[in-house]
């Protein structure tokens, strides 16, 4: 079955500092790619998205490109702040199973 | 603006009892998910609905789980005979339908002891 692989956590990191997370996947067809955050005492929230290969999903300055030569959607972040602290996971959802399958998540701590 | 709405934010039970969570999706949203999220875990999902009926029921774990829709907007999940296994943060997510990003409720923290 469908199934998410991130690296395992925590990691911590100096303000400033560039951020990856990898991430690689295992689907059938051509799945949606996320990544959420949940930042302490909140609900999951999406960051971004990649809905085919090539593409890349942005946002708060975090990207990830889709990368089906790799089965791979790392997430990337040039400059750390504080407020990135967070459980980031990456996710996916394959076409006709709208079910989104996560991976275990991992935990960034970014300290100043 | 109104998000995803799950009560209670906590449940603390004993093992045996019968409990129900609820959810209510972001207002016109035809599509809502359960998922259960261990400690240390990512979501995993339990059942989706489209409208009324439940889509895909593929993820609950065993028959003492259970959930409804019945007018297609809030949802309620079921456990009977609860064990300690089932504590979990319960998560609740709604989306405008098939392929549309899903919108997560802040969980319901049920403990069984």
């Known amino acids: 079955g469908d199934s998410v692989t991130q690296m395992e956590g925590p990691v911590t990191l100096s303000e400033e500092a560039f951020l990856t997370i990898n991430c690689t996947y295992t689907a059938t067809g051509y799945p949606s790619l996320f990544w959420y955050v949940q930042y302490p005492g909140e609900g999951l929230q999406l960051l971004l998205k990649a809905t085919k290969a090539d593409d890349k999903g942005s946002n708060k300055g975090f990207e990830a490109t889709y990368r089906k030569e790799t089965t791979s959607f790392h997430l990337e972040k040039g400059s750390v702040q504080v407020s990135d602290s967070a459980v980031y996971f990456c996710?996916?959802?394959?076409?006709?199973?709208?079910?989104?399958?996560f991976g275990k998540g991992t935990r960034l701590s970014v300290i100043a | 603006g109104a998000g995803v709405s799950q009560t209670p934010s906590n449940k603390v039970t004993e093992k045996g009892k019968y409990v129900e969570l609820r959810c209510d999706p972001i207002?016109?949203?035809?599509?809502l998910y359960w998922y259960r999220q261990s400690l240390g875990q990512g979501p995993e999902f339990l059942i989706y609905?489209?409208?009324?009926?439940?889509?895909?029921d593929s993820g609950l774990p065993n028959d003492r789980f259970f959930a409804v829709r019945p007018e297609g907007s809030v949802s309620t999940l079921k456990i009977q005979r609860t064990e300690r296994g089932d504590s979990a943060v319960y998560l609740c997510a709604s989306s405008r339908g098939q392929g549309q990003p899903q919108h997560f409720g802040d969980g319901t923290r049920l403990s069984i002891l």
């Open positions: 996710a996916l959802s394959s076409p006709g199973n709208t079910p989104l399958v």
């Open positions: 609905f489209q409208g009324t009926g439940a889509a895909d």
């Open positions: 207002s016109g949203h035809t599509a």
